[in-house]
């Protein structure tokens, strides 16, 4: 899942999303065994005072970690967790796979697992876990020590608590509430974030992409 908070830092941001990332290829490399492996999606419009659309910045972050560009499809639709929902499922059963695994930070995972079963989705279509989880932990304790060593600095980066006291907190207690009215839930998405759109279509990444994407540093620096 994106995180994109025009009030928040841009480092701040794409560390988080780059932890989402790390915890999502860690996974997928386990998952892979030799062959081609999962497709890695990513939904997020481009959103106010993004340089790119959320999607296109997370598949630049995945293949500068070293995933496989052909195996990222990205929609460049959603403003809210509701819709990343709905797009991610879209997309899912336009690839035609069994079920979709999300991954988002540890304090947003309660309200996205929310957000799913509200939007009418099982677990065995869709099941969001957190950078956390144990199955994350796991993929990573298989993987080569240098693999592993360098996607834990990406999780750790990332870390966000969504404490309270900060300004991922007050957002994530406002969407919080927003979710309970799904207009109002729209109405603060586009206020804060700018508009999404539901319909945009399924792409892979830009030719230009490949494992000499520019490194993150130089993308936050």
């Known amino acids: 899942m994106g995180k994109w908070e025009p009030f928040?830092?841009?480092?701040?941001?794409?560390?988080?999303?780059?932890?989402?990332?790390?915890?999502?290829?860690?996974?997928?490399?386990?998952l892979a065994r030799g062959g081609p492996g999962p497709y890695l999606l990513s939904a997020e419009a481009q959103l106010r005072g993004q340089p790119r659309p959320g999607c296109q910045l997370a598949a630049e972050i995945l293949v500068a970690l070293g995933a496989r560009p052909e195996r990222i499809r990205l929609s460049a639709a959603a403003n809210r967790t509701s819709v990343e929902v709905r797009v991610l499922?879209?997309?899912?059963?336009?690839?035609?796979?069994?079920?979709?695994?999300?991954?988002?930070?540890?304090?947003h995972t309660e309200r996205a697992r929310w957000v799913a079963q509200r939007e009418g989705l099982s677990l065995t279509e869709l099941q969001v876990v957190s950078c956390e989880d144990e199955l994350v932990h796991d993929a990573l304790a298989a993987l080569p020590r240098l693999r592993r060593q360098a996607l834990l600095r990406c999780l750790a980066r990332g870390h966000r608590t969504g404490s309270p006291l900060t300004l991922g907190g007050w957002n994530e207690r406002l969407a919080r509430l927003g979710a309970r009215w799904p207009q109002l839930e729209k109405l603060?998405?586009?206020?804060?974030?700018?508009?999404?759109?539901?319909?945009?279509?399924?792409?892979?990444?830009?030719?230009r992409l490949s494992r000499q994407t520019v490194p993150l540093d130089q993308e936050l620096a």
Do not use: N
């Not at 059963?93 to 304090?107: F, K, Q, V």
């Not at 603060?188 to 030719?207: K, N």
């Open 188 to 207: 603060l998405a586009d206020w804060v974030r700018g508009p999404g759109r539901s319909d945009a279509p399924m792409t892979v990444p830009e030719s």
């Open 8 to 30: 928040l830092p841009a480092r701040h941001c794409l560390e988080e999303v780059t932890a989402r990332a790390a915890a999502a290829l860690a996974v997928a490399e386990g």
């Open 89 to 107: 499922d879209r997309m899912r059963r336009g690839l035609e796979l069994p079920s979709l695994l999300c991954i988002t930070a540890d304090y």
